[in-house]
């Protein structure tokens, strides 16, 4: 399937800043799932910093805007041709070793309901166990935008019942390294479907890590295994180490931020 | 009752090291070395090395003590002791390089991967990046004890930023100051070369893409922390500038410095601060003494950070029990100094042992340091043993135990006059282009009468370390 | 040099430069103190030495009656005052203390000796350290460092800052103790050359360790006009304010040669001292002398801030 990306974040700074700095994973991974037709990345008035492909085997680019800034926009428009793999992550080259995948951070370590939670899951092998989990997360926090922000943890989505892919990635997360399962945060664009549905086209997603199988995707959202709807961008401990953009600017100003993303099937 | 070795007088006679200082003892009357004590603190103080100890306020000016009865050892123990030194840095270095790329030595079955990958200590953002000729751990402190004539035994090692260089420099520059005759009689080994291989040891490790004599700078916490004077000193003796995060910013795909004249580019980072704190953008938020944007360029290949992040992953009290099996694994050499034995509270069958013999070992926290949450079972009560018990049932695997060693003793002035104390020994190793070290090194004593922990925090002072040349 | 370090230097400079003014407060306020005054007495003395020093109402909030011990306490061990002698000489240190390696030995222990000193003398029973010994140890203490700088410093520009900090301060401070005495103790015209008037201004000239100095400058009697000439337009004085600018000058004009480029610090100090230059003692008292000041003290905060913008702030390219 051919997948078309239209981007746009735009920061706004009131007073204007110093200077901004900031880090991006906005670039796709050629591998089975994904095949990049054509990827941009705009960004008015930025220098272009230094770029490498971490652990996880994503790119990461740096920017800096030197100041006085009272506006930066990033866009990203390109077209990605996908493949349905049946959740598996084919092809991916990456070093960190999937051990080091179970270390909790603050966003996804476990309360006690979230240890209930996964504890009351069992199943024959890992994989039905993954998938058990997905479902769990999926039933006990339930889709609502708005009540939810960046800093939720896992534990504290699961107590209100409610939240956004953001809040599941982190459930489900929490409860796989529970099960001794290492798992990870991936962010990326998921085209809507026809009949409207109403998740966010900037998604994210959890990968778990299956014996046999390797990395395997587990969307706790829309109960479902990523197919050919989805482009990944990059992955990460939590929603922070995952971000697509991470930014820090220099200055008092009071930062407001506006994204828009259209995520379309491209025209043949 | 226990016996010690002691570096001077072993079994009633004078160990040829020290053969000079014998004499040198007999002359010096109690007056003049009170005077001499006095003159030493004056010293001190006056050029401001003073310590201030995290977490105990206090006098921020607070000397640290100086002992001036020297600590010698012959040129054939300095030559081994050289050896094993050089051995573990390159070891620890290359097992490093190895855990941040395709893990060797785990897939060998040789360190268990749960010790490494789920190390506090193990940083993911320096997976699959490859530092300057792949060095991570650049100055190597390599914590040693001795408990015979020819007993080493390596107690712990410091592969991030090992702090007490500027004791080793200072004692030495005031017992010469002080004791002139004694550096004409003896035949000791230079020290002061120190901070002209460590500003070599940065430059060599400067970025490939750096295309000039580099840039170094000293990235220090700031004049709050209590190493702030050990910061200023190498800055001053390396003639490189000592920043603050603030100093710094990241622009394009370089580090700059801010000066009165504009943008500085700046190569090589020896940087005094913990990994968390170096940039808000890749590690804690929070963090204001970092430098945003920094883990970019370094990952890019666009500065050098002096040691690697992630590089505690080697030093790690846990991880040390393998060192030996990274000397054999990477060099294929038998190591030259042994470890202490130790027992990690994590294995079940070590825990069952240490819980039968508290009062007998030596308990540490796996990522403590300076002394502070450990246990020294002979020395201590009941009460303490019980409770630090508790803790240790609570949390098995963030400790460690050693049985307690007969540190050996050198003698020191005491204020009854001169008594045998208990002493250990850091050098500083470098690694680079080369592999540096200068002959000596950071004695710690413990002044206290009987006591085994040589903390400056904990009552700990500093000798001046000779190393007499053949 | 890093742009932090030539600030520490530079506030260094200023720190002890505010710690002497803070001693010649008190100093004049005690001799004062010793003379007989008519009229209102002794406490409009202190109070027009406060609010020179700007800290009236800190004072007033802390103390209430300006009385001599209160204002010894206030003006030289105050840690909550950020002018008094104590909280000058522990920031100089502290800056001292930052850039250790930026100074010499001789400095650094001057300042630090200074620093033990000062512990040593809040120790000490009030009974005991009496206002002469408080105003002439400091006195000394600053000239020493001033000294070690001038003597041992290495003439690069480090060397400039520490001055640039020496001189903008001690304009600020000359035109503060000016202004004050002209608009508080001299309202009217007509009390010009009277014998409080008079009295008041020779205590200026105290104020500034320039009372001899003026006599052998203009000899005879002691007119407000002269002492405005002496204390603003006069070179030869070291505390003139045109001193201090031709300071600034000279140290900004060395800093733009070694740096091989010149900076909107410079222009605007050659513009100051171009006016200065030009003016006569007639035209200040026609604009209004309190005028003159107020629009000096403003001038020497945008030099100041051109200082920083230029150098110490980081930020420029």
Redesign the interface.
């Given at each position: 399937m051919r997948i078309s990306v239209d981007h746009i974040s735009r920061y706004s700074y009131d007073p204007p800043v110093r200077s901004v700095v900031q880090s991006h994973r906005l670039t796709p991974a050629q591998c089975d799932n994904q095949r990049i037709e054509s990827w941009l990345i705009e960004l008015p008035g930025g220098l272009e910093g230094g770029s490498f492909t971490d652990g996880a085997g994503d790119r990461v680019q740096g920017w800096t805007i030197p100041g006085p800034v009272s506006e930066v926009s990033v866009r990203v428009r390109g077209i990605v041709e996908t493949t349905d793999c049946a959740g598996v992550l084919r092809g991916h080259r990456e070093r960190i070793p999937q051990l080091a995948w179970l270390r909790l951070t603050a966003p996804t370590a476990p309360d006690a309901a979230l240890s209930a939670l996964a504890r009351g899951i069992s199943a024959a092998d890992p994989l039905a166990l993954a998938h058990a989990l997905c479902g769990a997360v999926g039933a006990a926090i339930a889709y609502r935008p708005g009540v939810t922000h960046a800093h939720t943890t896992a534990a504290e989505a699961l107590a209100l019942g409610e939240g956004v892919c953001q809040d599941h990635t982190h459930a489900l997360i929490a409860c796989a390294r529970l099960h001794d399962l290492p798992a990870r945060y991936v962010s990326g664009y998921l085209q809507a479907s026809e009949d409207g549905s109403p998740h966010e086209a900037a998604h994210a997603w959890a990968e778990i890590w299956i014996e046999g199988l390797g990395w395997v995707g587990f969307d706790a959202s829309n109960n479902c295994c990523p197919d050919e709807r989805y482009i990944r961008l990059g992955c990460g401990f939590d929603a922070r180490d995952a971000a697509p953009i991470r930014g820090i600017a220099r200055g008092g100003g009071v930062e407001s931020l506006e994204v828009s993303v259209a995520v379309e099937a491209a025209q043949q | 009752m226990q016996t010690f070795f002691d570096e001077m007088n072993d079994q009633g006679k004078v160990r040829p090291p020290y053969a000079r200082l014998q004499e040198w003892l007999a002359a010096m009357p109690a007056e003049l070395r009170n005077l001499k004590q006095a003159e030493a603190e004056a010293l001190f103080r006056r050029v401001g090395i003073t310590f201030a100890v995290y977490g105990e306020g206090g006098d921020p000016d607070r000397l640290i003590p100086f002992d001036m009865f020297p600590r010698v050892f012959s040129a054939q123990e300095w030559m081994r002791l050289e050896r094993g030194i050089r051995q573990r840095a390159k070891a620890l270095n290359a097992f490093l390089a190895d855990v941040y790329d395709r893990g060797e030595i785990i897939r060998a079955g040789r360190i268990p991967a749960r010790l490494v990958y789920l190390n506090e200590a193990y940083e993911p953002a320096m997976a699959a990046i490859r530092p300057p000729r792949r060095v991570f751990s650049h100055i190597v402190g390599v914590d040693l004890v001795r408990t015979g004539p020819d007993a080493f035994h390596v107690l712990e090692d410091n592969c991030r930023t090992p702090s007490g260089v500027s004791y080793m420099l200072e004692n030495r520059e005031i017992m010469m100051r002080m004791f002139p005759d004694l550096f004409r009689e003896n035949r000791i080994e230079p020290v002061d070369g120190y901070a002209e291989a460590l500003r070599r040891t940065l430059a060599s490790v400067a970025p490939e893409k750096c295309d000039r004599d580099p840039t170094i700078v000293i990235l220090t916490p700031g004049h709050f922390n209590s190493a702030y004077y050990e910061h200023s000193f190498l800055a001053d003796l390396m003639g490189v500038e000592l920043v603050e995060g603030q100093d710094l910013f990241v622009e394009g795909d370089r580090v700059w410095m801010r000066t009165t004249e504009g943008p500085q580019r700046v190569d090589v980072i020896y940087r005094r601060i913990d990994d968390p704190y170096l940039d808000p953008l890749c590690f804690r938020p929070d963090s204001m003494l970092g430098v945003p944007g920094l883990m970019d360029v370094y990952r890019s290949g666009g500065v050098t950070i002096c040691s690697a992040p992630g590089a505690g992953v080697a030093d790690d009290k846990a991880v040390y029990t393998y060192v030996p099996e990274m000397i054999r694994f990477y060099l294929g050499e038998e190591p030259i100094l042994p470890n202490v034995p130790t027992w990690q509270c994590a294995k079940p069958e070590d825990m069952k042992h240490v819980l039968a013999h508290l009062p007998e070992l030596v308990v540490k926290e796996v990522h403590g340091s300076g002394g502070y949450g450990m246990l020294v079972g002979p020395k201590s009560t009941r009460e303490q043993i019980e409770a630090f018990r508790a803790r240790l049932i609570e949390r098995p695997d963030n400790y460690i135990a050693q049985p307690t060693l007969a540190l050996s003793t050198v003698p020191s002035f005491v204020e009854e006059g001169v008594a045998p104390r208990h002493v250990d020994l850091r050098p500083y190793c470098l690694v680079g282009e080369r592999i540096e070290l200068v002959p000596g090194g950071l004695t710690r004593v413990a002044l206290r009468d009987g006591s085994l922990v040589v903390n400056s925090s904990q009552g700990g002072g500093v000798k001046d370390t000779w190393v007499l040349a053949e | 040099?890093?742009?932090?370090?030539?600030a520490n230097l530079f506030w260094l400079a200023r720190y002890m430069e505010r710690a002497e003014t803070a001693a010649r407060f008190l100093e004049v306020g005690g001799r004062i103190a010793l003379l007989p005054n008519a009229g209102e007495g002794f406490r409009n003395e202190w109070e027009a030495l406060l609010r020179a020093a700007g800290t009236s109402d800190a004072f007033a909030r802390k103390y209430g009656e300006p009385v001599q011990r209160n204002i010894e306490s206030h003006l030289f061990f105050d840690n909550d005052n950020p002018s008094s002698v104590a909280t000058c000489i522990r920031c100089a240190r502290?800056n001292g203390?930052?850039v250790?390696?930026a100074l010499t030995?001789q400095v650094?222990?001057a300042l630090?000796t200074a620093h033990a000193e000062l512990q040593e003398i809040e120790r000490q029973p009030r009974s005991q350290t009496g206002l002469t010994r408080l105003t002439e140890w400091t006195m000394r203490t600053a000239a020493l460092i001033r000294g070690t700088v001038d003597a041992t410093l290495l003439r690069n520009?480090g060397y400039d800052?520490l001055h640039l900090g020496y001189h903008l301060e001690r304009a600020d401070n000359t035109a503060r103790l000016l202004d004050v005495k002209y608009f508080v103790l001299l309202p009217k015209v007509e009390f010009v050359g009277s014998g409080l008037d008079n009295y008041q201004w020779v205590t200026l000239l105290r104020a500034l360790s320039a009372h001899r100095a003026y006599h052998w400058a203009y000899g005879g009697e002691v007119t407000a006009a002269k002492i405005a000439h002496f204390l603003i337009l006069n070179p030869q004085c070291p505390r003139a304010l045109i001193s201090s600018v031709q300071g600034l000058n000279a140290h900004l004009d060395r800093?733009s040669r070694g740096?091989g480029r010149s900076s909107p610090a410079q222009s605007a100090a050659r513009a100051l001292l171009g006016e200065m230059a030009e003016m006569s003692v007639e035209q200040v008292f026609e604009e209004g002398l309190h005028e003159y000041l107020s629009r000096f003290i403003v001038e020497i905060a945008t030099l100041g801030a051109c200082i920083h913008d230029a150098?110490?702030?980081?930020?420029?390219?």
């Open positions: - | - | 040099m890093l742009s932090r370090t030539a502290e203390r930052i250790r390696t030995t650094w222990e630090n520009d800052f800093l740096y150098y110490l702030s980081g930020d420029m390219r």
